[in-house]
T-cell receptor, first 109, second 115 residues
Framework: EDQVTQSPEALRLQEGESSSLNCSYT??????LFWYRQDPGKGPEFLFT???AGEEKEKERLKATLTKKESFLHITAPKPEDSATYLC??????????FGKGTTLSVSS | GAVVSQHPSWVICKSGTSVKIECRSL??????MFWYRQFPKQSLMLMAT?????????EQGVEKDKFLINHASLTLSTLTVTSAHPEDSSFYIC???????????FGPGTRLLVL
């Protein structure tokens, strides 16, 4: 059973069309939830770390939120350069990062 | 801040040869570094965790004699793929953790092609 599930698997948006990506998790004792962006052929680029339910973080057009069961990555008025795969990962005490399978976002102009 | 580099970015080698990949944390000291492997259109698969000055911890199914990891300093970890074969061709990515935070910062990756 997957401990981290991301949805949708793929998302196509028009430029300016806001949307949200979901990351649900079933781990207990969460010590952190992480969002990364990965472009093809490159390593993941760190976006946000969230530690507790209710926490929110923003960076440019991106906003990440966290509840006790899931996290959302909200993308406001996306641009074509926001096209990438967005990875969610969680960490429990004494474990390594557990990654979801990612959401591939395509933004067309 | 929190920049991680990898070298080389691309390597092509003949079957049976060994390849060394370097991972460096450029602006912080990383007591723990991680090595991942990623297949096309799949997520990252953790291979091993390396702590400075001690032996690496390998994930189940990863051959430690084939994938040699050395973490000799707080800013450098190396992964050596010994006697590489075509099935070892993949995208290898390292990451480093800046204590006491849990956040891992990733390198740009190394594409290995074994002919």
């Amino acid at each position: 059973e997957d401990q981290v599930t991301q949805s949708p698997e793929a998302l196509r948006l028009q430029e300016g069309e806001s949307s949200s990506l979901n990351c649900s998790y079933t781990v207990s004792g969460l010590r952190g939830l992480f969002w990364y962006r990965q472009d093809p052929g490159k390593g993941p680029e760190f976006l946000f770390t969230l530690y507790s339910a209710g926490e929110e973080k923003e960076k440019e057009r991106l906003k990440a939120t966290l509840t006790k069961k899931e996290s959302f990555l909200h993308i406001t008025a996306p641009k074509p350069e926001d096209s990438a795969t967005y990875l969610c990962a969680v960490i429990q005490a004494g474990t390594a990062l557990i990654f979801g399978k990612g959401t591939t976002l395509s933004v067309s102009s | 801040g929190a920049v991680v580099s990898q070298h080389p970015s691309w390597v092509i080698c003949k079957s049976g040869t060994s390849v060394k990949i370097e991972c460096r944390s450029l602006d912080f000291q990383a007591t723990t570094m991680f090595w991942y492997r990623q297949f096309p259109k799949q997520s990252l698969m953790l291979m091993a965790t390396s702590n400075e000055g001690s032996k690496a911890t390998y994930e189940q199914g990863v051959e430690k004699d084939k994938f040699l990891i050395n973490h000799a300093s707080l800013t450098l970890s190396t992964l050596t793929v010994t006697s590489a074969h075509p099935e070892d061709s993949s995208f290898y990515i390292c990451s480093a953790r800046e204590p006491p935070r849990e956040t891992q910062y990733f390198g740009p990756g190394t594409r290995l092609l074994v002919l």
